[in-house]
C-alpha cells in the first residue's frame, strides 16, 4: 500500500521570502502526486498535480513541484512567499489500481511572519 | 458549476443523537468520498463509491457510521448514535473518471456535546 510522509509538522517563513515543503512517498510504481492546500474553515483545493511527463510542474497561486523518484520526494516550492500563503499543505498520492482513491501526508502548517 | 456541495456547514448536537450529513458532488462525477478530520489523526479516509456502489469502507470507524449514495447526485453519511470523540470536520469530495483529482466540499463541523 501507499504512504505519504510529510516530515515537518510546522514552517514558518518571513514574507518574500522563498518555502519548499517537502514530502516522501512510499509506492511501487509511479505514483499519481498532489498538492493540495487548506485555508482555515476551507475544504482542500488542488495546488498542482503530476502524472507523468515532466518532472517540474507548475500550479496555482506561483507553486511549483518536482517529483523526484530516486528520492521518492515531491516537494513543493514557491520563490516569495505571500502572507496569504499561511495554510495548511497535503501531500498526496494515488495508486492506478486504486480507482481514484488518494492517500494523504499529515499535512504542513505554513505560518507566515511580516 | 457549483462544487461539491456539503450541508450542513456546521452541526451541533448532544450525545446520543442521530446525526446526518450530507454531499451533493460535482455533475458528472463518478467517485464520491467521506473524510473525517481531527487534530490527532489528520484526514482520514472513510468510505468512497463509484457510480454509486460502496467499494471500500474500511475506514469506517464502527457500526454507528453508515453512508449511502441512493443517486449521482446525492449521498448522506450518518451517525446514530453520537458520541462525543465523533467531533471532527467530515468533508466530502468528488472526482471523475481516471483523473485523480479529487475536489473537496467545504465541510461540515460536527460537535457533540
Known amino acids: 500500500a501507499q504512504s505519504v510522509t510529510q516530515p515537518d509538522i510546522h514552517i514558518t517563513v518571513s514574507e518574500g521570502a522563498s518555502l519548499e515543503l517537502r514530502c516522501n512517498y512510499s509506492?511501487?510504481?509511479?505514483?499519481?502526486l498532489f498538492w493540495y492546500v487548506q485555508s482555515p474553515g476551507q475544504g482542500l483545493q488542488l495546488l498542482l498535480k503530476?502524472?507523468?511527463?515532466?518532472?517540474l510542474v507548475q500550479g496555482i497561486k506561483g507553486f511549483e513541484a518536482e517529483f523526484k523518484r530516486s528520492q521518492s520526494s515531491f516537494n513543493l516550492r514557491k520563490p516569495s512567499v505571500h502572507w496569504s500563503d499561511a495554510a495548511e499543505y497535503f501531500c498526496?498520492?494515488?495508486?492506478?489500481?486504486?480507482?481514484?482513491?488518494?492517500?494523504f501526508g499529515g499535512g504542513t502548517r505554513l505560518m507566515v511572519k511580516p | 458549476d457549483a462544487g461539491v456541495i456539503q450541508s450542513p456547514r456546521h452541526e451541533v448536537t448532544e450525545m446520543g443523537q442521530e446525526v446526518t450529513l450530507r454531499c451533493k458532488p460535482i455533475?458528472?462525477?463518478?467517485?464520491l468520498f467521506w473524510y473525517r478530520q481531527t487534530m490527532m489523526r489528520g484526514l482520514e479516509l472513510l468510505i468512497y463509491?463509484?457510480?454509486?456502489?460502496?467499494?471500500?469502507d474500511s475506514g469506517m470507524p464502527e457500526d454507528r457510521f453508515s453512508a449511502k449514495m441512493p443517486n449521482a447526485s446525492f449521498s448522506t453519511l450518518k451517525i446514530q448514535p453520537s458520541e462525543p470523540r465523533d467531533s471532527a470536520v467530515y468533508f466530502c469530495?468528488?472526482?471523475?473518471?481516471?483523473?485523480?483529482?479529487?475536489?473537496f466540499g467545504a465541510g461540515t463541523r460536527l460537535s457533540v456535546l
Open positions: 469530495a468528488s472526482s471523475s473518471g481516471q483523473s485523480h483529482i479529487q475536489y
Open positions: 509506492y511501487g510504481a509511479t505514483p499519481y
Open positions: 503530476y502524472f507523468s511527463g515532466d518532472t
Open positions: 498526496a498520492v494515488g495508486a492506478g489500481n486504486a480507482g481514484n482513491m488518494l492517500t
Open positions: 455533475s458528472g462525477h463518478d467517485y
Open positions: 463509491f463509484n457510480n454509486n456502489v460502496p467499494i471500500d
